[in-house]
């Protein structure tokens, strides 16, 4: 069995990525985002990427910190709304965007990792979601063909791994993590903790996915802090 267990995401990363790159980045805003990965990414300074991600992270954090070094060059997102940056390279040209339905961005990250080419789905049906996309019509029902989505590299956060591995996410930082780890021809983890062995019942994602896994130091930003009044 090949050793999946990496010092840190200098090694983990180191030989897998280069310029002008497809990446897939778990995490929803900043819960569950690939933080060690990202910053590495941003330390090695590779340029012309394509990033597939619900969002491009916050200002100054999360996948923000490559958009503001200037190296990403589309975005394959969701929503990007916590991003000024973004905006602003949006608007002057300088980024590409392809905008999906939150669903559609999941169920097409999903069917890459399925085998799956393509899928009808009635959202953005008679809109700009539409445009220049197959339409069919089923049981009297409209629907719009959307194309599945598959990376160079995937970069996911876990809780726990084990040495095979196998991979255990909580609570809400499962996310996006689980179906981008299947659609990546690499698949690079990084987890808050490594197992001999993970319990088979409660495994989310087998290890037969992940190439490549290391124990992160996470910082975990709240991206909006809310508090009670009580």
Known sequence: MANKIYKNATDALSG???NGMIIMAGGFGLCGIPENS???IRRLEIKNLTFISNNCGVDGFGLGILLNNKQITKMVS???GENKEF???FLSGELQLEFNPQ???A????AGGAGIPAFFTKTGYGTLIADGKETREFNGEHYVMETALKADLSIVKAWKGDKFGNLLYRKTARNFNPMMA?????TVAEVEEIVDELDADNIHTPGIYVDRMFVGKFEKRIEQRTV???
Do not use: M
Not at 107 to 110: D, Q, T
Not at 182 to 186: E, R, Y
């Open 16 to 18: 897998v990525i280069s």
């Open 38 to 40: 990202i910053a590495e």
């Open 78 to 80: 969701s929503y990007v």
């Open 87 to 89: 905006e602003r390279q």
């Open 103 to 105: 669903g559609t961005l």
């Open 107 to 110: 169920e097409r990250i999903r």
């Open 182 to 186: 299947t659609a990546g021809k690499i």
């Open 228 to 230: 009670s009044n009580n």
